[in-house]
């Protein structure tokens, strides 16, 4: 399983005085869920878009598998080896909610019929029910639109799930869903599941949680 290393990253944005990730240290494991906390402005999206290949650090080491990440075709890292997950869900509109799911499979070669059953499977994983896989995205509750948007993610087939706030848009409820849904793809299916959050109760069920404050990271004692 996908053991991701980042070594002394550092990241200053181009009109920035300062840097806003200061000597970054952390790793995170396949087959876990890790929670990325911190207040508002120190940096938790910064480094999901650099752990996403969106941007590149000014230095420091990203490693997975033993492999350079930021010596890699940074396409290749961002088509195959990541996925990233919204707080908005960035669903294609007019598509439906099979399609969507479809596109990243049909975007790699795979058949039209392979690619909805694959879909099917993922929006199975999901817990959407099939009446709803003939519906635009608008049509669905947030909740529900953010479970389209994991199951995307699965058809790009990357095993590392990054997502930033995936819950910041929803009520308790389907809180509990998303958890459950990224818990199991990381315990069971082996996922690398890195969440930047707020919610508590994320970070009360990950299996590690960093800490971000002003660009500096730290890791959390477990929870009990
Ligand atoms: N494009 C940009 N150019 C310059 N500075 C930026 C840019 N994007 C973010 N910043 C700054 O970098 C710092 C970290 O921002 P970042 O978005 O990573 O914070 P965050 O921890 O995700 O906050 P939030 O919880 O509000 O989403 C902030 O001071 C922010 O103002
Ligand atoms: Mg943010």
């Known amino acids: 399983m996908a053991t991701l290393t980042l070594?002394?990253?550092?990241?200053?944005?181009k009109k920035a005085d300062k840097n806003?990730?200061?000597?970054?240290?952390?790793?995170f494991l396949g087959g876990q869920m890790a929670a990325v906390i911190g207040p508002s402005g120190s940096g938790k999206t910064t480094l999901l878009s650099i752990l996403a290949g969106l941007d590149e650090p000014a230095s420091g080491t990203i490693v997975k598998d033993g492999q350079d990440v930021l010596g890699m075709d940074r396409d290749l890292w961002r088509r195959q080896e990541v996925s990233v997950i919204f707080q908005s869900f960035q669903l294609f509109p007019l598509l439906t909610v099979l399609e969507n799911v479809m596109f990243p499979l049909e975007?790699?070669?795979v058949s039209k019929k392979e690619a909805a059953k694959k879909a099917e499977e993922n929006l199975a994983m999901v817990g959407l029910a099939p009446e709803k896989y003939r519906r635009y995205p608008a049509n669905l509750?947030?909740?529900?639109?953010?479970r389209v948007a994991i199951a995307r993610s699965l058809s790009g087939g990357a095993k590392i799930l990054l997502a930033d706030e995936p819950t910041g848009n929803l009520d308790g409820e389907n809180t509990k869903n998303i958890i459950a849904i990224f818990t199991r793809l990381a315990h069971e299916l082996g996922y690398c599941v890195i969440?930047?959050?707020?919610?508590p109760e994320?970070?009360?069920?990950?299996d590690a949680v960093w800490k971000m404050s002003d660009g500096e990271l730290t890791r959390e004692?477990?929870?009990a």
Do not use: F, R, W
């Open 221 to 223: 004692a477990a929870p």
């Open 7 to 13: 070594d002394h990253i550092t990241y200053k944005y």
């Open 141 to 146: 509750s947030g909740g529900e639109q953010q």
């Open 20 to 27: 806003v990730l200061k000597d970054v240290s952390c790793h």
């Open 107 to 109: 975007l790699n070669g």
């Open 202 to 206: 994320i970070a009360a069920v990950s």
């Open 195 to 199: 969440v930047v959050t707020h919610d």
